[in-house]
Structure formats: C-alpha cells, structure tokens
C-alpha cells in the first residue's frame, strides 16, 4: 500500500521537475515517543543538516508526514523546478504538499478514505535531525512510521518523507487491510 503511494508521490515529483524519480524501498516500524528520535536517526542518517516540513492529515485516519531536504537540495531547488530567484521557503512547502497529498491521497484511495490535509509548515531549518523534534509532544502511545526516500537522478535532491499514522489510525488501517484481504481471497 506504502508502494503504491509513494509511486503516486514520485510520479507527481517527476512532472513537477521533468525529471525520472528515483524512490527506495519503504521501511515500516512501530514506534513509541520515547523511540521516535532514534528511528528517525537511524532512518535519515547522522550529522547531516536538514530543513524539515510538517504536513497533518486527517479524517477517519490521522496524522502526519514530516519531509525533510537536505542543505544542498533546498540550495539547487529553485533551479530545478525553473523559478530562479524564488524564495526557498516557499518552494519547500510547495514540493512537500505535492509529495504528501500524493503519497497519503493513494495509501487512502485503497481504503476509500477521503482526508483533509493542514497547510504544511517549516519545522526545522538545517538543523541536526535530533534537533527537529526538541520539545515535540507527541500525544500518542504508539504509531506506524513509513519512511520512503526520493532523489533527482543526476541532480542533487533528495528528500526523506516520514509518514506517522498514530494508534487509532494504526487500528484504522489494519482494519481495512483485513477488509481488503478478506474480499481478495472471496
């Protein structure tokens, strides 16, 4: 399901920048608040600074994708999508609306769950990826995180979009797999 929307969210990256997409595998884990800095710096990797964006969904499923881009992307951005001289901040928020309404809208669409989605918002600007969530409450007691990586070939963006979708989304989703799979096997 992972794959399918992380394929909706590439493909809709490839138009934006008229560029083939390269996507990794997804990595799926349940998470604790207390584990989320430690997968997320096993996800993304140490030292390397990042600009994070945070984007809420919602419905009958909630909760939230964090994107984050390294420094030499968010540096080369405005060159590759053709809009010189636009204001970084902005483009990020615009690729991170893209990425994520794409990607959450086609896990979704499987379940035939309509969501809302916030504005995404800058969390964090080249920061260490420990720093990013300094003081975040996370009101939740366990959580799904679906991590998924995009990169330009031959350019230098890439991105790591995490997907959290916390308990009773968690219960959610399971029981519209088991609704899938039962109507599958029929």
Not at 22 to 35: F, H
Not at 110 to 115: I, V
Request: aromatic share 6%; with cysteine.
């Amino acid at each position: 399901m992972v794959n399918i929307g992380m394929g909706q969210a590439g493909e809709s990256l490839a138009r934006l920048f008229d560029k083939f997409i390269q996507l990794s595998l997804p990595r799926i884990q349940i998470v604790e608040p207390p584990s989320v800095a430690d997968a997320m710096l096993s996800m993304l990797g140490h030292g390397t600074p990042v600009t994070a964006v945070r984007q809420a969904f919602s419905s009958r499923i909630r909760g939230e994708a964090l994107v984050f881009y390294t420094d030499a992307t968010c540096a080369g951005l405005a060159d590759l999508v053709g809009y010189p001289g636009a204001s970084t901040d902005e483009l990020l928020l615009d690729v991170t609306n893209v990425l994520v309404g794409a990607c959450i809208s086609g896990i979704a669409a499987q379940f035939a769950l309509a969501l809302a989605f916030s504005p995404p918002s800058l969390l964090g600007r080249s920061e260490g990826t420990a720093l990013v969530l300094a003081g975040a409450v996370m009101p939740w007691c366990r959580a799904l995180l679906a991590e998924v990586n995009f990169r330009v070939e031959g350019r230098t963006f890439e991105c790591h979009m995490l997907m959290f979708w916390p308990d009773d989304a968690m219960d959610i989703l399971a029981k519209a797999i088991d609704d899938l799979l039962a109507t599958v096997a029929e």
